[in-house]
């Protein structure tokens, strides 16, 4: 029933059996331990969020300068966010991620919203975030 919900394939459901047999366990257990591996994947993809943002040289997100209530990424409870970033160099494309990141040669993290601002070159370099 739960196999036929998450839409597992005859081979997926093949492999599962063969898996059981060669662990010698029952294919309910080897069920359990996919469904677990696969809730846990899940959770790790919605807890970490990232997104892209292109910032004027006020630290607001270009467009919304208009906007008087538009986000300000500089301003950390009405503070500058720690890190080591020259903040008189935050215009460009930062990327915005949830949790405190400062192992990147520049950041910037805010600890009124627990995320960390860092340069998209090199947030690129370094090959993102590594769980």
Known sequence: MIRKQLQITEKQNE?????????????AEITRRALDEYFKNQKEEKEM?????KLNKNGVEVGEEENPLAMRYFSDN????????????????WVHIEGEHTNFAK?????????????????????????
């Open 49 to 53: 969020k990232i997104k892209e943002v």
């Open 107 to 131: 950041y910037a993290y805010r600890s009124i919203d627990n995320s960390t601002l860092i340069p998209e070159n090199i947030f690129r370099k370094k090959g993102g975030i590594k769980k």
């Open 15 to 27: 492999l599962l059996k063969e898996r059981a047999y060669q662990e010698d366990c029952s294919e």
């Open 78 to 93: 009405g503070n500058l966010p720690s890190g080591d970033f020259d903040v008189d160099d935050i215009e460009g494309t």
